[in-house]
């Protein structure tokens, strides 16, 4: 079996099975349809737990490599037809709801604002760096890295006080002449902020697994903008296979797409790792909040630049500043350095499992 765990290696077995067999997915290796060894051969093979395997299947069939068949096995699933190339039935108006967890840890939380008030002392007078505070912005590529597996620098982090603050960022970085593609459906606020900045919208027919091939394919817009993860209120995840075809066109039509990640540490049994920003760095331009992950009045939310745009961002939009008060940005980078906001991410996510 051509298959190798590493027990050295720093990356756990079951992380380092699944980006094997995906990237023998990706590849071709594995084609669509074929059947991947039974979870207890991989296992045997492999001198790993039964676990391990299960760990890293899971992994790749939450996230639309792999799809898993009663009594049948796995079988590959990137690379195939997509599930339903209709656009979706026209769906009732609805707003997103941001209802405050009842698990959140406010002991913590205030043993975390109390120490900020006493080590930074004084400095949560000062005036932020336009981007946010080294401190934040740190804490935020080291919190990526580890749940999202993206790599970047903190200085091509920009901190604002809620995703609708970035996306008008976003409009204002490339322009009123930039024609912008959006999901329809999508969160109407998206629209209203682009067009509010005097950006051009089109509307790209959403069907049971993003957005219909079609339409990606014929669109000529300068930037996309997708919510992969439960887009809403179509409630749409894009698969893997749609990723990657999110990501073929931004690459070849020199065009950029957002990926606006919100709630994505929700997505899986484990780590969602297979960011789209994770296949075209250079193409991507990141975004998430905090709000979902941390709580609604927390309007924290950061966008990770691709390194081809930091430059244009610095000229043109270089000197705002930064909408998020220091304290604030000091209290989550805190509480993110420390560990408490991934263990109250895997509370919540291990009682959405028990739940589904």
Known sequence: MKYRIDPSAP??????????L??????????FGTRLPSKRLL??????SLVTVEHAYALLCDEGYVEARERSGYFAAFGGRPRKETP???????????????????????????????????????????????ELRAAIAAYILRTRGLSVPPERIVVGAGAEYLYSLIAQLFG????????????RRIRQVYEANGIRCLALPMGEDGIVSPALASCEAGVLHVTPFESFPSRVTASATKR???????????????????????ASVTKQIDTI??????????????????????RTAFLVLPEGLLGLYRERLGFYSCTVPVFE???LAEFIASGELERFVNRRRRKIRQKG
């Open 277 to 298: 920003c994770s296949l075209a760095p250079e193409r991507v331009l990141y975004l998430n909040s905090f709000s979902r992950s941390f709580a609604p009045s927390m």
């Open 88 to 134: 979706l039935p026209p769906l009732p108006a609805a707003e997103s709801s941001e209802a405050p967890p009842e698990d959140f840890p406010f002991s913590v939380l205030a043993r975390t604002m109390r120490r900020v008030l006493s080590d930074y002392d004084r400095r949560i007078l000062l005036r932020s760096p336009g981007p946010g505070t080294p």
């Open 22 to 31: 995906r990237q023998d997915l990706v590849s071709g290796e594995l084609p």
């Open 244 to 266: 990657h075809e999110y990501a073929a066109w931004a690459r070849g039509r020199d065009s950029f797409l957002v990926e606006d990640d919100y709630a994505s540490e929700f």
């Open 329 to 331: 940005q000091y209290v």
């Open 43 to 48: 296992a045997g093979e492999l001198g790993v």
């Open 176 to 187: 009123r002449g930039t024609v912008f593609a959006l999901e329809d459906p999508c969160y």
């Open 11 to 20: 990356e756990s077995a079951y992380l380092q099975l699944y980006r094997q």
